[in-house]
């Protein structure tokens, strides 16, 4: 008898026919972390007008803040909203940095169809032994797996290191052969949160290890990579922010050349969180001080969502260059 298929009771996809289409096509599937209602709307909204297929990410910090019971409803009204619209994008709903089998279980018999399990910071056998186990049970479920070489730096919901450690390009190839991923989460130099790198005034961040990247693209052809921590924390938003009271001094990320490089690549799948944090945060406090009578969260979050959808219009048309590609 077969196993069950959960996520089809809400009508998203899993990531395999996305990751196939995108390594093939030169481009990278976009992945937006979501808390709300209203970060999902605009996601749902921008992928939907550039004809954008995209991964809908939840972290265990967002899980648990917006209840996931709630979610998994949020998620099929995100599919059954892009099908009003007109549109057939392909929509992935994905357990960002899943940190054990127990919460990768429960978020597959909650309708996830792809999960990905972290066990980057264990030694490596266990990374592989735990990946695996987690590998076995959704491949049952027909749920995709992501797992992670490599430790990013950074802090990012419940995800903290002080160090990156690079993914080491000799390890690839046993560990997707022994745990049967089917996405691998490297570490090249990206980092968590909006203060990726130290650099002083008129430095540029470093450039990412596209050394690595290319030696692992010859260990694993054609297999599907993923970069983590990839936002390019727009000055803009640093800017509106610290104007209407806010304190993000030094806040610098990816730029987004380095980022139509990976595309081009092996890497289809590249997420994208802090930078939808920044562009709501600057235009919720922006209106806010611009209007100091207003007390309507329609009104505030309104501007915020609208900025959204223009944030993520833009990644994908001129980063990602997932536009079309539905």
């Given at each position: 008898m077969?196993?069950?298929?959960?996520?089809?009771e809400l009508g998203v996809a899993n990531t395999r026919e996305m990751f196939l289409k995108a390594v093939n096509g030169g481009y990278a599937i976009p992945a937006y972390n979501f808390n709300n209602l209203e970060q999902l709307q605009a996601i749902v909204t921008a992928?939907?007008?550039?004809?954008?297929?995209?991964?809908?990410?939840?972290s265990k910090g967002a899980r648990n803040?917006?209840?996931?019971?709630?979610l998994r409803y949020m998620a099929m009204g995100a599919v059954k909203m892009a099908r009003a619209m007109g549109s057939k994008i392909p929509i992935a709903l994905h357990l960002d940095h899943g940190d054990s089998f127990e919460l990768c279980?429960?978020?597959?018999?909650?309708?996830f169809s792809s999960v990905m399990i972290d066990g980057s910071h264990l030694a490596y056998d266990d990374n592989v032994a735990?990946?695996?186990?987690?590998?076995?049970?959704?491949?049952?479920?027909?749920v995709t797996v992501e797992g992670e070489l490599g430790v990013l730096a950074g802090i990012e919901d419940e995800v903290q290191s002080d160090h990156s450690t690079y993914t080491k390009p000799e390890e690839v190839e046993d560990f997707v052969s022994r745990t049967g991923v089917d996405s691998l989460a490297i570490s090249i130099g990206t980092s968590h949160g909006a203060f990726k790198f130290k650099v002083g005034p008129g430095e540029e961040p470093p450039p990412l290890r596209f050394d690595i990247l290319h030696e692992i693209e010859q260990r694993i052809p054609g297999f599907p990579i993923v970069l983590h921590g990839?936002?390019?924390?727009?000055?803009e938003y640093i800017e509106l922010i610290n104007q209407y009271g806010g304190r993000l001094d030094g806040a610098v990320g990816v730029s987004e050349e380095q980022l139509r490089q990976a595309a081009a690549s092996s890497v289809?799948?590249?997420?994208?969180?802090?930078?939808?944090?920044?562009?709501m945060t600057a235009k919720v406090r922006e209106y806010l001080a611009q209007n100091p009578a207003e007390f309507d969260?329609?009104?505030?979050?309104?501007?915020?969502?609208?900025?959204?959808?223009?944030?993520?219009?833009?990644?994908?048309?001129?980063?990602?260059g997932s536009a079309g590609q539905a």
């Open positions: 077969s196993k069950r298929i959960y996520y089809q992928c939907v007008e550039t004809d954008s297929p995209v991964i809908v990410q939840v803040y917006a209840n996931e019971i709630m279980q429960a978020c597959i018999e909650s309708g735990l990946t695996r186990k987690v590998v076995e049970y959704a491949h049952e479920h027909d990839s936002s390019s924390v727009v000055p289809c799948k590249i997420n994208i969180d802090s930078d939808g944090r920044l562009a969260p329609r009104k505030y979050l309104r501007a915020a969502r609208s900025e959204l959808v223009r944030l993520i219009k833009h990644k994908n048309e001129t980063v990602l």
